[in-house]
């Protein structure tokens, strides 16, 4: 089983950038799809972004395209999420997440393994 735990969150204002990480550890080859999820107060957990760890595909959702980047690091079994132009509805709890081990499945409805979650908080 793959663990997670993320770090980078943090307050920031309008417009400004963050970088979180997510350390992998355990059979991290085990997992073909990681990304990241935010959840904000009162709303549902929904999928920002995610990638095949074999490589070649990655998929953002349409309301951070072209402002988050999603990358990897092997050799550090580390993902990234790059966060600029931060905006005030960004602000959620941000979890990194990874599909069951030998499932291709890379919906966002089969991410169902979770890191504790890091706190990013952006004031206008």
């Known amino acids: 089983q793959v663990q997670l735990v993320e770090s980078g969150g943090g307050s920031v204002q309008a417009g400004g950038s963050l970088r979180l990480s997510c350390a992998a550890s355990?059979?991290?080859?085990?997992?073909?799809?990681m990304g990241w999820f935010r959840q904000a107060p009162g709303k549902e957990r929904e999928g920002v972004a995610g990638f095949y760890t074999r490589g070649g595909i990655i998929y953002y959702a349409g309301s951070v395209q072209g402002r988050f980047t999603i990358s990897q690091d092997n050799a550090k079994n580390t993902v990234y999420l790059q966060m600029n132009s931060l905006k005030p509805e960004d602000t959620a709890m941000y979890y990194c997440?990874?599909?069951?081990?030998?499932?291709?499945?890379?919906?966002?409805?089969?991410?169902?393994?979770w890191g504790q979650g890091t706190q990013v908080t952006v004031s206008s």
């Open positions: 355990g059979y991290t080859y085990s997992t073909n799809c």
């Open positions: 997440a990874a599909v069951p081990r030998g499932s291709w499945d890379c919906s966002w409805t089969n991410f169902g393994i």
